[in-house]
């Protein structure tokens, strides 16, 4: 069942995925720290202001953040990171600023990349590929074609990502499927779905974090999110420590997980 799936989806989305895809297994999450941890990385712009700086410059210290923050991740056993970097919505920001944020993947990358190697981190990227600029995606597409073999950390930028728009995505996929017979209504159920999604071979998040003190989801792995714990903090993203990525799982330690039963264990 689940190979016809596989399939399906892949004749679907007609995309080369299948290298990425191949040998990852789904990961489940372990007892004590998260398997899968997503950071909506918040609060770049109200950094720069309070010190009377341009906007973007709020992002280039969050760019640090990401650096530490990658590192710590790894460092705690932390099995995916997926770091929400450029949301669909982005796009109505002034074109300087979204010149500036497409700029910094390749920035990162072209700092970090060894080290990442060395630290068998693997890259990958969730989001749509259309509209982002063709630099930004090249040096993606080979710092995942570099680190697909890699067994460590996964390391997911959700750029240029829509929550609604990936589920809109898996939407007309299916329904294509339907239209050509390949899939039966009743066929569509909770999992053969999530098989669609951008995050198709990845567990769900376990612990959801977002800076800069706004409490709301913006967007993000609306399909994912559903069983996710969720914490935030006022820090704004370019102030964000390794300590505080530490308290939020020690956060995250202390919560029961019940999925909707009476009794749930520890996280
Ligand atoms: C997060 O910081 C970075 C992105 C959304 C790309 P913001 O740029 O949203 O910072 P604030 O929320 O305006 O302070
Ligand atoms: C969410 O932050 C998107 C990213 C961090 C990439 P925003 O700053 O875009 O979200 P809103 O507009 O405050 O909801
Ligand atoms: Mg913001």
Redo the contacts with the bound molecule.
């Keep these: 069942m689940w190979k016809n799936w596989r399939q399906l989806v892949q004749g679907a989305q007609k995309t080369k995925k299948t290298e990425e895809q191949k040998g990852t297994e789904i990961l489940s999450p372990s007892a004590h720290v998260p398997a899968h941890v997503a950071i909506i990385?918040?609060?770049?712009?109200?950094?720069a202001k309070e010190r009377s700086l341009p906007?973007i410059m709020?992002?280039r210290q969050?760019m640090q953040t990401v650096k530490r923050i990658v590192r710590k991740a790894d460092a705690m056993g932390i099995k995916i990171l997926t770091l929400y970097?450029?949301?669909t919505e982005?796009w109505k920001r002034p074109k300087d600023e979204v010149d500036y944020?497409m700029s910094l993947p390749q920035e990162y990358l072209a700092t970090e990349l060894d080290e990442l190697i060395q630290r068998n981190v693997q890259i990958r990227m969730v989001g749509k590929e259309e509209r982002i600029p063709s630099s930004t995606l090249e040096a993606i597409v080979t710092a995942r074609e570099k680190t697909k073999e890699n067994t460590g950390l996964i390391l997911n930028f959700a750029l240029n990502y829509g929550g609604r728009n990936e589920i809109i995505d898996a939407v007309q996929q299916i329904a294509t499927l339907i239209q050509d017979k390949q899939l039966t209504i009743d066929e569509i159920t909770e999992e053969n779905f999530s098989h669609f999604l951008y995050t198709a071979n990845l567990p769900d998040p376990d612990l959801l974090i977002r800076t800069?003190g706004?409490l709301r989801i913006s967007n993000f792995m609306l399909w994912q999110l559903a069983y996710t714990e969720l914490w935030f903090t006022d820090c704004?993203?370019p102030d964000f420590t390794e300590d505080d990525l530490e308290e939020a799982v020690r956060a995250y330690q202390g919560r029961s997980r019940r999925f909707g039963a009476i009794t749930g264990g520890r996280s």
């Design positions: 990385m918040d609060g770049n712009g109200r950094w906007r709020g992002h969050g970097a450029f949301s982005n944020l800069s706004e704004y993203w």
